[in-house]
């Protein structure tokens, strides 16, 4: 039921998660957060695109 994960690897989860959401409705989260974190891609997923563009 648990996954062995990090909390970074958490924090990605979420943000994949609020990506799906247009940033105009995510008013609780302050503009300075969204601004950081809402357009990175996942640490998974840029890694991938890392190891694809070295093949």
Known sequence: PYE???IFE???IGWQ???IFPKELLK???ESMLAEFYPRES???GEAAA???AH
């Open 4 to 6: 062995n994960r990090s």
């Open 43 to 45: 640490r998974a997923q």
């Open 51 to 53: 190891g694809r563009k």
């Open 17 to 19: 998660l609020l990506r």
């Open 10 to 12: 958490s924090l990605d």
């Open 28 to 30: 609780r989260i302050p």
